[in-house]
DNA sequence: CGTGGCTCCTGGCGGC
DNA sequence: TGCCGCCAGGAGCCAC
């Protein structure tokens, strides 16, 4: 699920919900997703607080407490988050169960594990320690231009590189890939500074376009490709179908027709 | 630096 | 139907 788009949706969707109510009560269901910090610190410095604010830098949410910590939410591949009233609707892969004193619960689920909950007093910090690079949405087009400078890699296996530009995992470097009309295998040095210029329009386009459809590939336009993005699936400016092919271990999609190498 | 393999987990699905 | 292997929107580590 979380790639910028979806975290960004999560992260607004925590701010209309649970902000400034007082925590009653939580509960840590499973340890291993907790990174570097107790289930007793994390109960201790979330009880009789509230949340204040939210923050996102790519696939992280930041969750301010009145007592000027974060909690720091991350979710691999399975993790989400739901508010809700009734208990029964709860999963049995919530990890990390909030109470608020309207008897409202947050969960963050996460049903493979993969994902961390942590803490920390200094988010700048955190973000420099994880060595993360710049939040896709703040990427400037100079900034760009220099992470693309003097590099022979393939072209998709930069885009997700959280330590380059942090938001865009898998599906969303397939789709930015697909708009721009590149195959994900092009050699970096083989762009055009006009090719690359088209790459970063659309990582700014398509972040944005899935922000506003909240993440759910049913609001995405026509033109996208992660709708089609299945076996079988054929591309949406004509009728080829996809072709897949893995690079550094994870699934690509794109169009033989529209992506061709050069 | 770039690439590929393995690992952490759980669960759904295609194929036989 | 039953079972098995493969695959899944992440990412760290290690070897070459």
Request: proline residues 4%; glycine residues 4%.
């Amino acid at each position: 699920m979380p790639e910028l788009p979806n975290v960004e949706t999560l992260k607004k969707y925590i701010g209309t919900t649970s902000l400034n109510k007082k925590i009653i009560n939580v509960e840590i269901k499973n340890t291993k997703i907790l990174e570097n910090i107790s289930k007793e610190k994390i109960i201790h410095r979330l009880k009789r607080n509230k949340f204040v604010h939210t923050y996102r830098h790519g696939k992280y949410i930041f969750i301010k407490t009145n007592r000027a910590t974060w909690l720091i939410l991350h979710f691999g591949m399975t993790g989400y988050i739901k508010y809700f009233k009734n208990l029964d609707d709860e999963s049995s892969h919530t990890r990390l169960l909030i109470t608020f004193d309207n008897n409202y619960h947050l969960a963050y689920y996460n049903q493979r594990l993969f994902g961390k909950i942590s803490f920390t007093n200094n988010k700048e910090k955190y973000i420099t320690q994880k060595t993360l690079g710049v939040d896709a949405l703040n990427l400037d087009y100079n900034g760009f231009k220099e992470l693309m400078a003097n590099r022979r890699s393939k072209i998709k296996p930069i885009l997700i590189n959280q330590q380059l530009i942090s938001g865009i995992g898998n599906i969303y470097a397939d789709e930015v890939l697909f708009q721009s009309g590149i195959h994900p295998e092009t050699k970096i040095n083989n762009l055009s500074p006009k090719k690359i210029k088209d790459i970063y329009m659309n990582i700014k386009e398509v972040l944005q376009i899935a922000i506003k459809a909240k993440a759910n590939p049913d609001n995405f336009p026509d033109k996208f490709i992660i709708p089609h993005r299945k076996r079988k699936g054929v591309c949406p400016k004509g009728n080829e179908e996809l072709k897949t092919i893995k690079i550094n271990g994870r699934t690509t999609y794109f169009c033989p027709v529209h992506q061709k190498l050069e």
